[in-house]
């Protein structure tokens, strides 16, 4: 349990102290945010303003999750491993993407085909080996089970469950990063998906089957240190938020959004709650929502629209709504997702009991 509190308040400091740090050598640099011009207009101000700042994140998780058990003397686990790997190829998927953009100075970067094709090999990869690195239990960090409160008698098989998780990733790297549009937005609705990850994780690690063998209790391997990560992971988006907070001083960009879309999806994967994530991770799933419902309607409807603009939180914006208090409000949303879900997750252990 010390390495939750460790980690936690470790990544919150690094993040905190070295995020202006690397706002100054940005804006040496000249590492802005390039804004595009079909967007609310209002938006046209942060044009310039530095970008990037997943670097931090992704730094100051990595530190403070190893300082965690160089404190504690215990050794990492393949499963926080894998995440931690996947977290940081996705955010070099991401860097690439904002490198281009700021190099081209134009709101566009990689190409939809090969953004997606890198994510897709770093999630394969992630994926691959969570299937291996057996305990003594014969436990993997990612089952062949399908998972929704916790591990189903449903078995995909390797090559399925392999595609599942791609999917998995891919739809929450890009939810995160289509819900990063406003100042603070994804910061504070990933912080609250990290949060129940915590929660999750100590609590599987009290009722592990390894420990007891009653009726409701989880096969999950390394469960503790995984909340020692989730907990790296939202002390690090916290202190990120004092700088990104309305007006920023900084944006996570591409590589920011991308790894903790990753980070997401691989704790809800190695931590068997893979379809509670729709819960766990509702804000993200309601913009990514409003993105497909506004294309495809686009599309049948000859041109129409169903929102003034898609992703949702733009929406608002032209109807009038201020920045601060979309993002109160959505933080909101993603916080009655995440009690929803985390009661499921109880309530399913005292209906077994």
Known sequence: MKGILIAGTFSTLITFLLTPLFIRYLVKRGFGQMIREDGPKTHLTKRGTPTMGGL??????????????????????????????????????????????????????????????GQIIVAAIFAYFGLHFKDHYKLTPI??????????????????????????????????????????LATGASILTFIAYVIIGIWEFKQSCVNSHIASCYLVRDPLDLAVLAAGLTGAAA?????????????????????????????????????????????????????IIQTLYFKISGGKRVFKMAPLQHHFELLGWGEVTIVIRFWIIAGLCVAVGLGLFYGQWIVFQ
């Open 239 to 291: 202190g990120f938020l004092w700088w990104n907070a309305s007006p920023a001083k900084i944006f996570m960009g591409d590589v920011g959004s991308l790894s903790l879309g990753g980070a997401i999806a691989g704790l809800a994967t190695t931590l068997r709650v893979e379809i509670l994530l729709t819960l766990l991770g509702g804000l993200f799933v309601i913009i990514t929502a409003s993105v």
């Open 56 to 117: 931090v994140l992704l730094i100051s998780i990595s530190i403070a999750y190893l300082l965690a058990h160089l404190i504690t003397q215990t050794r990492p686990t393949a499963s926080a491993l894998c995440v931690l790997g996947l977290m940081w190829g996705m955010g070099f998927v991401g860097l690439f993407d904002d490198y281009l953009k700021i190099s081209r100075k134009q709101s566009l970067g990689l190409r939809a085909r090969e953004k997606l094709l």
């Open 143 to 184: 089952s062949t089970h399908l998972s929704f409160i916790k591990e189903t008698s449903v078995n995909l098989g390797t090559v399925l469950v392999i595609i599942w998780v791609v999917l998995l990733v891919l739809g929450s790297s890009n939810g995160v990063n289509l819900t990063d549009g406003l100042d603070g």
